[in-house]
């Protein structure tokens, strides 16, 4: 907090009922003082006033040293995020006012929020005692915050731990909404800042149109990535020193040249979802509310943090569709969380990059001249790099996909039950299509998509490494292909691979070694 | 997600539109008289593989891979400002925002243009700290680029919110005390710079109107006044300077 103040305002200074006393935190365009209430204690609009708030000072009058026809639209977004919405997770304001002092032209015409004081940041409390105990559950609470906001049709577009502000109780809100906007559709637009070590790589460099840039959900859902690594971990996700070298370091993850390696001091269950947090499209990235319920289970309570009971249905949620069920059973404090009800958004992944040409994609782990269809070589190696499994390879799964059906989508067995690219039986595909876990909705039906199949075939060999029996004899990437035809059980019990599926094994290894680059393995 | 644009040599067929190539941090792109070379330059004196071009971050760097030549790197906006790169020299960084590679060959010499938009310039509320809110674009102030949005946006800031914005003609009046070579050309050529530069999305209604640029003069503009990136102090970049030397 060494910067100068934004706005300085001597202590003692009176606006409305509200004394100015110490300074609580300066921000690019505003500062923040606490405030000491010494009038009434209702506001204009009948609402009980706190004994104390945070006045956040905004420069907005005309003697200020300039003019920022930007800042004016920044605070208009932020108290009408304010106006509209009221939710337990998001930090309360209570009035706007306006200076009027002439003798003080640094401070005529600023504006004033009042705003229900906390009492840190996020951030104040991760420089003081960095990977908190509390880390988890402040998660959590931070994570149904984001939830409220989006379910609203709200996107917050500046998560970052000095948004975040933890109550006297230790809970935690979001708070500053001047990057907020309401989703028109699929998109909203916010005004072009971001905070670099927060911002999702496909906004890095984004085109702005003259309305400001485009920015969905997925993008608050990669800050909180980012977020719940800083906070679990004392580190960013992304190697780098510098804030520059981790936006480099974000774009060339995204662009497919590099890997996500996320700090090995991170608990599994956490991997799996900043994993999902930090995909490298938005539209892999995992919904909010398939995040928010696995936040919560990891974070140890199988229902949401308590939240206080508020009787009143704003506006906002009454208006909101069918999808929003559950935002309502969180409201009034219910916790069924088991069935997922018919709203939730499907999360599905593998959708296959197209930013560089399928024919080349991923060609250091995937050679390019052994006859792998051009078109499948996207999600092929999405699938792949979707696993953590280092066995898990691009290689591998072609292999696989040769095997079993010679690349052939519309392969039909009846007999067996087994349809399509990776002679998948629909019932068990079901399953794993979708990278959370969860079912998807309806049963497959043959012919079954060359997407689903090869990202079900990626999520499925990602759950069949870890239970194979460590020290089996042979390869470990066959050993998995081989559970594949069969099940981790029966390799395990035939401590490697049955008998009756050598020959399958032996076709699977040449095609293995025919589409490994030499070197990579 | 590109950080670096090169602009290869112009060839005889498409002189008046110039290939750009658009290289993302960590791409790399090979030049030479060699077919196989990325950017083939065919001319008897240019080295078969003549160097190499890497994007890195925000700026780049350039290998000479030529057995005796030495490349000069200039900075077309920096008043004789340049750097040599040797015979075998390999990744030496760049650090201007527009560079000309001067290739010396049998006489003639080739230019290849190397531009990169996305250098980074302090802005006055802003620190160097990855976690401050910051603004998506840095433009610095005194590239010819910022005159000519300056003088762009001139009309709107003295007062007149819907004046009409000034032809290209009238940006390179404006713009001439300062700048003497000023032409319709090169202003036009900093207008489209600029709309690289503050990656200004195409308007729906300029999708196939070609070379008609009426669209993108006013959306620079709108996008220059509703994040402040030009301001009424700013005009002070228009002004005639007795040295000459104000905007380079």
Known sequence: MTEPYAVPVPRGYRVGVWEVRDPIATGAFGSVYEGRRTGGDLAGTGEELPRTAALKFLPTGTGTPRQLTHLRELIDREVELHRRLKQPRLIRMYDTLTVDDPSRPALDGATVLVLEKAERSLSALLSAAPRLAAGPVLLAQVCEGLAQLHRAGWVHGDLKPANVLLMKDGSARLADFNMAAELEGTHAYTPAFSTPDYTPPELLWSEIGTRGRQIRPSADVWAFGVLAHLVLTDSFPLPGGTPTARRDAAAAYARGTDELRLSPQLPDIWRGIVRDCLSRTHADRVGTDALLRRVTEAAGTDRPPRLPRRRRRSAVIASATAATVAVAALGYGISTWADTGGGTPEVRSSTPTAKVAPATYGSAELRTDQGVPAAYRPMIVDAAHGCDQADVTPALIAAMLKAESNFDPKLSDPGKDEYGIARWTPRLLRWWIRADGQPVRSMPKPPLSVPDSIAGLGHYLCYIEPNLTPDLPGDKRVLIAAAYRTSYKRVNAAHGIPPEYRDYCKRLTQYLKEYTPPGSW | ?248
């Open chain 2, 1 to 248: 997600m590109y950080s670096i644009i090169v602009v290869p040599p112009p060839t005889t067929e498409d002189q008046s539109t110039r290939t750009q190539l658009k290289l993302a941090p960590g791409e790399r792109l090979t030049f030479g008289r060699s077919a196989d070379c990325d950017v083939e330059i065919p001319h008897k004196g240019v080295s078969r593989r003549a160097g190499e071009i890497t994007a890195q971050g925000a700026f780049w760097i350039l290998s000479n891979l030529s057995g005796e030549q030495t490349y000069v790197v200039e900075n077309p906006e920096g008043a004789g400002e340049h750097m040599k790169v040797g015979p075998g020299r390999l990744d030496a960084p760049v650090p201007f925002e527009f560079s000309r590679i001067v290739l010396p060959a049998a006489g003639d010499l080739l230019a290849v243009e190397v531009w990169a938009p996305r250098h980074d310039y302090l802005r006055s509320e802003g620190g160097l700290d990855g976690a401050t809110t910051a603004p998506a674009f840095s433009v610095d102030r005194t590239k010819r680029y910022f005159a000519v949005l300056a003088a762009l946006c001139e009309p709107r800031l003295r007062g007149a919110p819907h004046a009409p914005l000034p032809t290209v003609d009238q940006v390179v009046d404006r713009l001439r005390p300062n700048w003497p070579a000023a032409s319709r050309t090169s202003v036009q050529w900093n207008i489209d710079y600029l709309a690289v530069k503050l990656r200004l999305k195409p308007g729906p209604d300029e999708a196939d109107t070609g070379p008609r640029l009426n669209g993108k003069k006013e959306s620079l503009v709108s996008l220059a006044l509703r994040f402040d990136l030009v301001r009424e102090d700013d005009l002070v970049v228009l002004a005639a300077s007795p040295s000459g030397r104000a905007v380079r």
